[in-house]
């Protein structure tokens, strides 16, 4: 039990962490966890290994949309909306921040600025996706040593 | 309203959230009953209905009402409350009550429901019969159903189907789990196209679309478009972009709704709203596809239901040429027995004489305004008879009435069989079955039957009507259609075939068309029939006296009876008098047509003595010599008798000698207050169907054209009880009840104010 309460502790101080410190989560994560229920036990890393997937196509997609010799903005920006809506989906409330900034870059057709915010997005996703996925180990953690994940208000 | 406290059942709360459909309450609306005469009824009802529940739900019921008795200090929720109600306790509740089957048939869930409604006998049944078409027939309409699929739950909007289209898998699966945790019936597509294809080929297996408004393949708007443009569902548009001009474009473009996302589950929660509301959206566009004022509709929130389902089940059985068109699913009303939208209509109910007699005297006992389907239904008391089956007769018969007073046209002829649809007066509209004008100038109405009848419908003793002081300048052309009091006193006697057939009224019925005859043949005469008039009135006055019941007769249209008064006498006039009306609720446009001169002014048209009864009719689209028309546009009679009453009846009460022939396509309004229902504009078209008579039925000897009145009666009667109706009368040329109708028109000639007159017997 020591150590289920350990990891327990771990998990708490890692979720306020992400939520209220850094602010990388918000109430949509949390809104997540709520629907996952005995019918879908998996639903939460379900979404959120869609999400890493999907988002690192898009990454991908901006990335070579802004290398090319004449970079289609519209084309930039429905990418980065995208991005916006799964990102606001899943509760990465930062990287949705980044997003909003980037998409002004588009519309000013600011490739500099789109360069910059590209980094940035990347930098933020890597980010979030770490700190997820060690949210996950803790989780698993934990059940594995038999205790019950804390229920984040 | 004390009937809540004495009658201990649960009377449906005015609806606070305006999400879907907003019926008006009907305990809110405005009505001049009289209070004594209401209590009277009330107790009346409720006595009845307490030995009916008991007869025919059993012992438990009557034990559970002792129940409600006792917990009347609990608050009953209703199930349409519950199920308008977003909490979520209440829709379990309401879910609780409802039993649904497997195959999560929405009609079987409005099955309960109207069960239910039923049972606690409150003012629902409008909204159930939308309820009806809305969900009824949304799910199974259009082809194949989707059965077979996931076994939905059981507790309503459970098993909504959705689909869902986001190019974003994330965003897409968050979805689907929320919509699932709402029990919904979920399908995700990822792309535009396959979602189009999707509803193609599976028509009917989706209530409502969720689409992104940013996708690869297509543009959210244009699958929006598209959705709406071939399967008309309701589409509901998600982004991420949030900005007002989005959601503006998305409103624009016919998005029913338009959330932002993130989106959160108690969004979804809701949305089978929309599926709802667009349903009861589109049963209101159906049903006034006429003429009419949607005031009116408003108005008259409670008879919204009767007369969709009746108009559905008009459209199917007796409208002809002019009924608007509907689409299979309105016309399948997802009515009790008709679960399957696309099923044969019900057996035609035969609306025999003696039929309609109960029928009268049951909406006679009940008042106009208290005279929904399922109240005539259960004082009829006749087995195997739907509510479905009255309430169709029902909208016939006001519109009867309601053409009724603004017949006096032109008649050719009364069909003797009215079982004929009547063709002829292509502008019925809603009225068509009542083609008083058929019937006025066939005479198969006599006036005093339509006189008496509308008398007594509304529940006013025939005082005097003011009809009766037409000068009988009633042409004799008139082939004697008008029947005479005594005639309606034997319950209608010779009435014409294409009479009122419905005229197998009760006594009170018969003492209205006496009535009317009376006055309609003081108009037929030329004479002045007023000591005749008064003289049958009396006869039938004791007949006629009915509880008041105050008959709201608004005029729906400014009748212009000057002029018509001019023409009236020259019979020439346009008869288009009021081809324009505006529900003008309260107004009461004199007619002075009925005047035996022309001068239609108001006075001489009359105070109908009783009561308030205010009919106004705008005769619309009388092709003939206008007078007549405007004439029957508005009598304002106010009765004496109760003084609740003031039937305008411009129309009936001039007993102008004109030229019915505008009479015909007098639409009269009559607004009654059978349900505050005001302003039935009764569609330009001329009052061809006097005769509410029932469909087939040989009424003709009814409103046998005794007297030149006859039509006229075949006017009130329509009228009377079409005033009530409030919904537009549509002109359909043929209606059963029209089907004796041409009569009318043709004779209105010579009718004039006799139709005017029959009209209002008031």
Avoid at chain 2, 16 to 37: C, I, Q
Avoid at chain 2, 125 to 130: F, I, M, N, P, V
Avoid at chain 2, 571 to 600: E, M, T
Wanted: hydrophobic share 35%.
């Amino acid at each position: 039990m020591d150590v289920v309460s350990q990891l327990q502790r771990q998990f708490v101080d890692h979720t306020t962490s992400l939520y209220r410190e850094k602010g990388f989560l918000d109430d949509q994560f949390t809104q997540l966890q709520k629907l996952q229920d005995d019918s879908n036990p998996e639903f939460v890393v379900e979404v959120v290994s869609l999400f890493f997937e999907d988002s690192q196509k898009l990454l991908n997609n901006l990335a070579s949309a802004l290398q090319q010799q004449i970079v289609d903005y519209k084309q930039v920006d429905a990418h980065v909306h995208q991005f916006k809506g799964s990102s606001s989906s899943i509760g990465a409330q930062r990287v949705k921040n980044v997003c909003v900034g980037f998409r002004n870059c588009c519309e000013e057709k600011n490739l500099d600025g789109c360069v910059r915010f590209l980094q940035l997005l990347e930098h933020e996703y890597t980010l979030v996706k770490s700190k997820l996925e060690t949210l996950f180990g803790l989780e698993q953690k934990i059940l594995a040593a038999g205790g019950s994940v804390p229920m984040m208000a | 309203m004390q009937i809540e406290q004495a009658a201990s059942f649960p009377y449906r709360k005015p609806p606070t959230e305006s999400t879907s459909a907003h019926f008006p309450d009907k305990n809110t609306v405005t009505e001049p009953l009289r209070d004594d005469s209401r209590e009277k009824f009330y107790e009346r009802y409720i006595q009845k209905r307490e030995g009916k529940l008991r007869e025919e739900w059993g012992s438990k019921r009557a034990e559970k009402e002792a129940k409600m008795k006792a917990n009347e200090g609990q608050i009953f929720r209703h199930p349409i409350d519950l199920l308008q109600s977003e909490d979520e306790e209440d829709l379990s509740e309401f879910a609780k009550q409802i039993p649904i089957g497997h195959d999560r048939n929405y009609a079987s869930i409005i099955q309960t429901m109207e069960k239910m409604i039923m049972e606690n006998d409150l003012y629902m049944e409008d909204l159930l019969e939308l309820s009806l078409e809305a969900l009824g027939t949304s799910t199974t309409g259009n082809g194949s159903s989707c059965k077979g699929e996931v076994v939905v739950p059981d507790q309503f909007p459970a098993g909504l189907r959705v689909l869902v289209v986001d190019d974003d898998i994330t965003c897409l699966k968050i979805l689907e789990q929320m919509l699932r945790r709402c029990m919904y019936h979920v399908t995700t597509c990822s792309q535009a196209t396959v979602a189009l294809n999707l509803l193609r080929e599976k028509k009917g297996c989706f209530d409502v679309v969720l689409s992104d408004v940013h996708m690869p393949d297509m543009d959210g708007f244009r699958l929006l478009e598209l959705v709406g443009l071939e399967m008309d569902l309701p589409v509901i548009m998600m982004s991420a972009d949030g900005s007002t001009s989005a959601v503006m474009r998305g409103i624009s473009h016919g998005a029913c709704d338009y959330l932002i996302k993130p989106i959160r589950e108690e969004e979804l929660k809701n949305i089978w709203q929309h599926v709802v509301r667009k349903k009861w959206n589109e049963n209101k566009e159906h049903e006034h596809s006429g003429s009419l004022d949607d005031n009116d509709r408003h108005k008259r929130g409670s008879d919204d239901a009767e007369y969709a389902s009746s108009i559905n089940e008009g459209a199917e059985g007796f409208l002809k040429t002019q009924k608007k068109r509907r689409d299979a699913k309105e016309e399948d009303d997802g009515e009790l027995e008709n679960d399957d939208p696309s099923a044969a209509k019900k057996p035609r109910v035969v609306w025999s004489v003696e039929l309609h007699q109960q029928f009268v005297s049951a909406v006679n006992q009940l008042g106009i305004d208290k005279a929904v389907p399922k109240r005539i239904l259960e004082l009829m008391n006749v087995p195997g008879l739907t509510r479905e089956n009255v309430a169709s007769h029902l909208q016939k018969f006001r519109l009867y009435l309601k053409r009724l007073s603004g017949v006096a046209q032109q008649q050719g002829g009364i069909p003797t069989s009215y079982c004929g649809p009547v063709e002829q007066n292509a502008k019925l509209g809603s009225l068509g079955r009542f083609d008083i004008q058929a019937l006025a100038a066939s005479g198969q109405i006599p006036p005093q039957t339509l006189a008496a009848l509308h008398a007594e419908l509304l529940g006013r003793p025939t005082g005097n009507l003011p009809l009766m002081r037409c000068p009988s300048n009633i042409s004799k052309q008139f082939p004697q259609t008008v029947i005479t009091a005594e005639d309606v006193h034997s319950g209608l006697g010779a009435w014409p075939s294409n009479a009122l057939s419905a005229v197998g009224p009760s006594s009170n019925l018969g003492g209205l068309v006496a009535q009317s005859g009376n006055i309609l043949t003081g108009m037929l005469h030329h004479q002045p029939q007023q000591p005749r008039q008064q003289q049958q009135q009396k006869q039938k006055q004791s007949m006629l006296q009915e509880p008041s019941r105050s008959i709201n007769v608004q005029p729906s249209c400014l009748v212009v009876p000057s002029q018509s008064s001019a023409s009236f006498l020259a019979g020439k006039s346009p008869a288009a008098v009021n081809q324009n009306c505006s529900f003008n609720r309260s107004s009461a446009i004199d007619y002075s047509l009925l005047s035996p001169q022309s001068n239609n002014s108001s006075s001489g048209v009359g105070q109908l003595s009783n009561g308030n009864l205010k009919m106004t009719s705008v005769l619309n689209g009388y092709a003939g010599p206008a007078s007549i028309s405007q004439s029957v546009s508005s009598c304002s009679m106010n009765a004496d008798n109760g003084g609740d009453r003031q039937l305008q009846n411009s129309a009936l009460a001039s007993s102008a000698p004109r030229q019915l022939p505008g009479l015909a396509p007098n639409m009269c309004n009559i607004q009654g207050s059978y349900s505050t229902k005001s302003g039935q504009v009764l569609d330009q078209g001329p009052l061809r169907n006097l005769g509410f008579v029932g469909k087939g039925t040989s009424i003709p000897s009814r409103f046998a054209v005794d007297e030149p009145e006859s039509p006229m009666s075949n006017l009130n009667y329509g009228k009377i009880y079409g005033e009530n109706y409030g919904s537009k009368v549509k002109q359909e040329p043929s209606m059963d009840f029209i089907e004796n109708a041409k009569v009318g028109i043709p004779i209105l000639q010579n009718l004039s104010p006799n139709d005017l007159m029959s009209v209002f017997s008031e």
